[in-house]
């Protein structure tokens, strides 16, 4: 059983930055990939970041690419992602997932909620 805990979500102005944590813990190992996802109202789960424990190599969706940047620290089993230059269209629950690959998430958070004024 893996637990997955996001946090860092809030309300904010277009332009700023927020940091989002997911923070994992129980049987960590099995989850080689872990990924950020998000949900805005009346639309479906896309994809956002995603990054693997071992080597540190992200991967990111072209809406965000150059304005957000996901991170671990694998001493605290806890994944980032740093947003900058948020949009309103930005607005949207945010998901932390762990998986065996980058097609399998098996492990989900409950979310933090991302809301972008214009």
């Known amino acids: 059983q893996v637990q997955l805990v996001e946090s860092g979500g809030g309300l904010v102005q277009a332009g700023a930055s927020l940091r989002l944590s997911c923070a994992a813990s129980?049987?960590?190992?099995?989850?080689?990939?872990m990924g950020w996802f998000r949900q805005a109202p009346g639309k479906e789960r896309e994809f956002v970041a995603r990054i693997t424990w071992n080597s540190g190599t992200t991967y990111y969706a072209d809406s965000v690419k150059g304005r957000f940047t996901i991170s671990r620290d694998n001493a605290k089993n806890t994944v980032y992602l740093q947003m900058n230059s948020l949009k309103p269209e930005d607005t949207a629950l945010y998901y932390c997932?762990?998986?065996?690959?980058?097609?399998?998430?098996?492990?989900w958070g409950q979310g933090t909620q991302v809301t972008v004024s214009s």
């Open positions: 997932a762990g998986g065996s690959t980058s097609r399998a998430y098996g492990d």
């Open positions: 129980g049987r960590t190992r099995r989850n080689v990939i």
